[in-house]
């Protein structure tokens, strides 16, 4: 396998992060810019608040699945570890600063667990349990994220070890992008996703 085939990987799996399923969509069905309404995240959880249930459960498949494919590849052309990292790394990347969308992107949750779904479903399945649950208890997609990124390395050390460092770069990643849903958690300013979501109706 030529060199520079390897190294399209990363580069490939980053211009796959930057189209945003969020904007996509909204487009598609002619509905408001994500980035205008509510939290302004290009996410799912910004459309969830926003009434249309339908929308963002396409918007985290579409995330997901962006996330899942170029790590998918790599994997199952038995890359070196090192480049299947960078492609996961490269895709999330991708989707918090997309070069389409003048770098302001999502906070990357779907899309992170899109990269980590090839490693093993049962592994992801237990990640996404985790942050169902933690939106069940607490309501507050915010939090559930943050948790869920914090637990997810110690989840990857116990299933997959060779592993664990990337997941751990994700998790950082994704707990930096959520910092100011942190701060307004520790003020109680942070909204609920399923009270929002019912207000609206």
């Not at 799996?13 to 969020?22: E, P, T």
């Not at 963002?56 to 899942?68: N, R």
């Not at 790590?71 to 600063?97: K, M, Q």
Request: proline share 6%; net charge positive.
């Amino acid at each position: 396998m030529p060199i520079y085939f390897i190294f399209l990987f990363p580069a490939v799996a980053y211009l796959m992060g930057s189209v945003s399923g969020a904007i996509l969509f909204s487009k598609v069905f002619n509905l408001p810019d994500p980035r205008t309404i509510g939290s302004c995240n290009p996410g799912a959880a910004n459309i969830f608040r926003s009434g249309k249930v339908y929308l963002s459960i396409l918007v985290f498949m579409f995330d997901l699945l962006k996330g899942m494919l170029p790590v998918w590849l790599a994997y199952r052309l038995d890359l070196p570890l090192l480049y299947i990292s960078l492609t996961a790394l490269a895709v999330c990347i991708g989707h918090i600063y997309p070069i389409f969308f003048q770098f302001k992107g999502g906070k990357g949750v779907a899309t992170a667990l899109g990269t980590i779904a090839p490693i093993g479903w049962d592994l992801s399945g237990l990640i996404l349990l985790v942050w169902l649950l933690v939106v069940l208890i607490s309501g507050y997609s915010s939090l559930a994220s943050v948790i869920t990124a914090v637990l997810a390395p110690i989840f990857i050390w116990w299933f997959r070890p060779e592993f664990t460092f990337p997941v751990s770069v994700l998790a950082c990643l994704i707990i930096w992008r959520h910092h100011d849903n942190l701060e307004r958690l520790w003020k109680g300013g942070e909204s609920k996703l399923f009270r929002l979501n019912k207000r609206k109706k």
